[in-house]
């Protein structure tokens, strides 16, 4: 089943974001798109959710994917879990009560004038037959109403929580501008009941979380519980490469809250949106010259959607040239997990290019692929700079090769975060990029989303970006909404407007400083995977943990655990290589924030040491019995072999302000295998 949580809460603004669901039966579920958060235990058996299933996760995946989802609609689907939360059941069945309420009233006057509704049964929307719905539309802009026309003589009219009986009243006036009808009368007589074969009888939200919290003191301390487990960026670094978790700035984010961007209806007509038009067309003016293309669609819901817009570009480019046969995509096998799903999805064959021993792509395989396949080559995706973290140098060379076969350059633009200012992937051979506007410009991550991934196109490609009402390209659209998730560019549009052009360039140097800073401390205790000829990284930098794993049998995931009890959310583990760690510390993090984080590691290594010199067992020792709860700490039994000061505070800066993980280590391979979705209830684990 599918739905959609725009109802719950969510504004609707100017079409986005809003979460959609989908459910399943267990059957499907490794089939399922994106990510679930499944429940587990943790090592004292106590209930932990996390991410499920996540050997599925795309970049495992690759050319076998059924989805490219990556970033999703996580924090609308939080805001309308708020919403179901705060109303329950109960209340829920008022608001859908009272809105069917409205639309019966609406319909008793409506009927009564002697216009016919079209529908027998209705829960919020009314057709309605009219002599001329231009004239009823006329009429009812003029009095402040955007009404639904669906024919030269049906339109339809629909009610929400907020409707009024002012609202009713007014509208039986558009349709009969004579009408006397008074709503209060017509409430006190409807009798109207939602037919008893449309209504559910069975209980439904039966968890406690949706009968608890009837109060804002309530809701709001419930909020801070949950709030209270998390390491977000208000407290600390998170140096997650390949993610961009960057400053958000309060300024940027204000304007989503005003209801000039939050209250519009996406179809509406274009003379009420000439505000959002202007800044629309001026965030595509700014993008087009940050990344060198003559045109962005800023459609697209996330980097992915964005990928597989510009493929569906590429497509129908080749296509209109009568090459309808191009349908080989060349992906570097660095390339992130979204490349070659999206590649799947828009119908084309994946073709993996080797990667040199420098991280680079590797030219003379690259050549002999395009050789092989220059028949049917459609393009290549690249990531720039690359998914291993350097600035390749012979990323115009690759261009170059790629368009001789016939193929257009799709370069990745997700890590725009290190060119702002620099270079532009339209300048040094792209035909086509999609940008994180999730990463680069400012838009929260929220959890998993939302994101902006709109796509930037040579001239040639500008005709087959995706359709909108300013631009029917015949393409077809890839969102319902014509400019995607509209309500959150002027985050965007702030942050370019507020930096200005010095200040995006020295965002994007102090993004290369700081993670070659990370780098150059780090590489005295760990192995730095990939680095150019001058020994430099470009935005993100990769720890190589692999011959600790070998030696000491200390993995990836004791490091990232362990990082927790420092107060740090991991850095991303094993992506884009196995077994290490790649972190991103972006411009937003002060040179004490960046020594912090360095601290920790580099304490994390003496520890490791520990093991290496026999002080601390293999079987016993802070890393693998990471991370360490308060209860654990606290708990009048403690059968480590390491202090619990050890455990807790390895480095003095804790003892002023120590994030306490709220569940010890978790337990994956029951997580996947005892995938549970419906939040059962904490008894159910005791
Ligand atoms: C290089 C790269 N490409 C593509 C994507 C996919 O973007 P999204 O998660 O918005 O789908 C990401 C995500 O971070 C990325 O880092």
Not at 81 to 92: C, D, F, K, R
Not at 308 to 323: C, M, V
Not at 345 to 358: E, F, L, P, Y
Not at 468 to 486: D, E, H, M, R
Request: aromatic share 8%; with cysteine.
């Amino acid at each position: 089943m599918i739905g959609n949580t725009q109802r719950f809460g969510v504004p609707i603004g100017y079409g986005g974001p809003h979460a959609a669901y989908m459910s399943i039966k267990e059957k499907h579920k490794r089939s399922m798109p994106g990510r679930i958060i499944g429940a587990t235990v943790d090592t004292k058996g106590r209930l932990a959710y996390r991410l499920a299933l996540q050997t599925r996760e795309q970049h495992i995946r690759r050319e076998k994917a059924t989805s490219n989802i990556c970033t999703a609609q996580a924090l609308l689907a939080v805001m309308a879990s708020m919403y179901a939360v705060y109303h329950g059941p109960e209340g829920l069945k008022k608001v859908a009560e009272r809105i069917f309420r409205y639309a019966a009233v609406f319909a008793d006057g409506i009927s009564e004038m002697g216009f016919r509704i079209v529908n027998e049964t209705f829960f919020d929307t009314l057709t309605i037959e009219v002599k001329n719905s231009d004239a009823v539309v006329m009429q009812a802009e003029k009095n402040g109403y955007n009404i639904n026309v669906f024919s030269k003589t049906l339109v339809s009219v629909s009610f929400d929580e907020l409707s009024t009986p002012e609202d009713i009243e007014y509208l039986w006036k558009i349709f009969n501008t004579e009408s006397k009808l008074s709503a209060q009368l017509l409430f006190e007589k409807n009798k109207s009941q939602i037919s008893k074969n449309l209504k559910r009888s069975s209980e439904f939200m039966t968890h406690d979380v949706f009968n608890t919290y009837r109060s804002e003191t309530n809701m709001m301390r419930y909020i801070r519980y949950l709030g209270d487990k998390d390491l977000a960026l208000d407290r600390a670094m998170i140096p997650l490469g390949s993610c961009t978790m960057k400053l958000n700035a309060a300024a940027e984010l204000i304007p989503v809250t005003w209801p000039e961007f939050s209250q519009i209806h996406p179809a509406v007509p274009m003379n009420q949106v000439i505000g959002y038009q202007q800044m629309i067309s001026e965030l595509e003016e700014m993008l087009c010259e940050a990344t060198g293309y003559s045109a962005i669609s800023l459609q697209p819901n996330s980097g992915a959607q964005g990928e597989y817009a510009g493929l569906i570009a590429i497509r129908a480019f080749h296509r209109s040239n009568g090459e309808e046969n191009r349908n080989i995509c060349l992906i570097p096998a660095s390339a992130h997990g979204t490349n070659p799903a999206s590649a799947q999805m828009a119908g084309m064959k994946v073709v993996v290019v080797k990667t040199a021993d420098n991280g680079y792509i590797d030219m003379s395989d690259l050549k002999s692929k395009c050789k092989e396949n220059a028949d049917n080559l459609a393009a290549i995706m690249i990531t720039y700079p690359s998914t291993h973290g350097v600035f390749e140098k012979d990323v115009k060379e690759v261009c170059k090769v790629v368009h001789k076969a016939g193929g257009q350059v799709y370069i990745d633009g997700a890590n725009m975060n290190a060119m702002v200012g620099i270079s532009a992937p339209g300048e040094f051979g792209g035909d086509v990029s999609h940008l994180n506007l999730h990463k680069t410009f400012a838009i929260p991550h929220g959890g998993g989303g939302p994101g902006v991934g709109p796509i930037g196109v040579k001239e040639h490609l500008v005709d087959f970006l995706p359709t909108t009402p300013l631009n029917n390209t015949g393409v077809g659209s890839i969102a319902g909404a014509p400019w995607g998730s509209g309500s959150i560019l002027p985050i965007s549009w702030m942050y370019i407007t507020m930096l200005g052009k010095n200040g995006l360039y020295e965002a994007t140097t102090n993004a290369i400083l700081n993670a070659n800073y990370i780098a150059t401390r780090l590489s005295k205790h760990y192995p730095i995977l990939y680095s150019d000829e001058n020994g430099r990284v470009a935005h993100e930098c990769i720890v190589d943990l692999r011959p600790i794993k070998e030696k000491f049998d200390i993995s990836v995931d004791d490091v990232a655990k362990r990082l927790i009890d420092y107060g740090f959310h991991a850095p991303t583990m094993s992506f884009p290589v196995a077994g290490t760690l790649m972190i991103e510390p972006t411009e937003s993090e002060s040179l004490d924030e960046l020594d912090r984080f360095c601290d920790a590691m580099i304490q994390i290594r003496k520890e490791i040491r520990k093991v290496e010199s026999g002080e601390y067992s293999v079987k016993d020792n802070p890393l693998i019995n990471s991370p360490h709860t308060l209860e654990m700490v606290s708990s009048s039994t403690w059968n480590f072999s390491y202090s619990r000061e050890d455990a807790a505070y390895p480095v003095e800066t804790l003892k002023k302000v120590k994030y306490w993980s709220p569940v010890s280590r978790v337990d994956n391979v029951y997580g996947d295998k005892n995938l549970i979705c419906s939040c059962p209830s904490i008894e159910n684990y005791e």
